[in-house]
């Protein structure tokens, strides 16, 4: 990673957390608890992944500022949206989210559903409007629809739950990710390019390698650091996977071959960005960076 990137990826966490903070109702709106516990679940945390992943592919095509902004608010709201309904008692039952109390321990468990509930409508409403040609709008609200509904994020999560106490394979495993975080890791790259032109085949058969690669590689390493780190440093609880006899990576692989698979996974992720040469150095960063993160 560069003292370029590194500079580019502050630069684009603060804009992601600015845009997100004019794209969420104020506090001052009715109902202003409901507004305020929204701020709250999406703003002033997490590493912004998805959104970089969005800035990081808008330019490849030189995306319009406007539309690639949405579209990095609107991941991130769906994505904050997931970790709300995650935490809640009927899922993982998790009281430590980004450093803070979740959202059903700081407000109640009625106000987490409803905040998941709206800032999943919220990251369509603020991609619906704003600036941009309506059929690119429509093609991108479908993607993030496609990714985020039972064929991909829901249906992850709903894999997860009904595998507790299960031995998964391999590939049954792979399956489980590809759609939980996978589907919306894709989307984000997607929505990206999307904003700046109408993708080839063969640039979605790119980005769609790319994606696959680093969707996979995040979620290893979500294994390797719920086994390695402690709570302190994830800002959630850490060990969670072994306490509640979930099948992960390092349960089917071990720990070291699962940290020799990220890495392959990164290099696969940066072989897959050849095609669109310099203009890709943030895309590949980005994989560095989901390899060798820390939290
Ligand atoms: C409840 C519909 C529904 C879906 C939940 C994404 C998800 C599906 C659950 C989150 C549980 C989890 C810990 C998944 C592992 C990978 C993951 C998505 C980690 C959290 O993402 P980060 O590390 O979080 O990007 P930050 O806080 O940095 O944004």
């Keep these: ?19 997100l903070s004019d794209l969420l109702p104020a506090t001052t709106l009715v109902p202003t608890r409901l507004h305020e516990a929204m701020r709250y679940a999406a703003l002033d945390g997490g590493k912004r992944v998805r959104a970089l992943l969005v800035f990081a592919a808008g330019r490849l095509f030189s995306a319009p500022p406007d539309l690639l902004r949405r579209a990095a608010a609107a991941v991130e709201m769906i994505h904050a949206y997931s970790l709300v309904h995650d935490d809640m008692p009927c899922m993982d039952d998790d009281a430590l989210r980004r450093g803070k109390p979740t959202v059903h321990i700081k407000y109640d468990e009625a106000t987490a559903l409803l905040v998941g509930d709206a800032l999943q409508a919220q990251a369509f409403l603020v991609l619906s409007e704003g600036e941009g040609a309506p059929e690119t709008r429509l093609a991108m609200l ?25 031995a ?11 759609l939980k975080t996978g589907a919306l890791l894709r989307a984000s790259v997607l929505l990206g390019a999307m904003s700046g032109k109408t993708l080839s085949s063969v640039e979605i058969h790119a980005l769609d390698a790319y994606a696959a690669a680093i969707g996979l590689a995040f979620q290893v390493v979500d294994d390797v650091l ?70």
């Excluded at 479908?142 to 299960?166: E, F, N, P």
């Design 168 to 178: 998964l394979s391999r590939e049954q495993l792979e399956q489980m990710h590809r």
């Design 226 to 295: 719920d086994a390695t780190a402690d709570s302190a440093t994830l800002g959630k609880t850490a060990g969670k996977d072994a306490a509640d006899n979930k099948p992960t990576y390092v349960s089917l692989l071990g720990l070291q071959a699962s940290q020799q698979l990220a890495a392959q996974l990164c290099a696969e992720a940066h072989q897959a960005l050849l095609p669109f040469g310099e203009q890709a150095q943030y895309l590949h960063d980005l994989a560095d960076l989901i390899v060798q993160r820390q939290a």
């Design 1 to 19: 990673m560069t003292v370029d990137f590194r500079h580019w990826m502050k630069q684009h966490q603060q804009l992601c957390e600015t845009v």
């Design 142 to 166: 479908r993607l993030l629809a496609q990714a985020s509904g039972s064929t991909g994020m829901c249906g992850g999560q709903a894999i997860d739950l009904d595998s507790v106490g299960l």
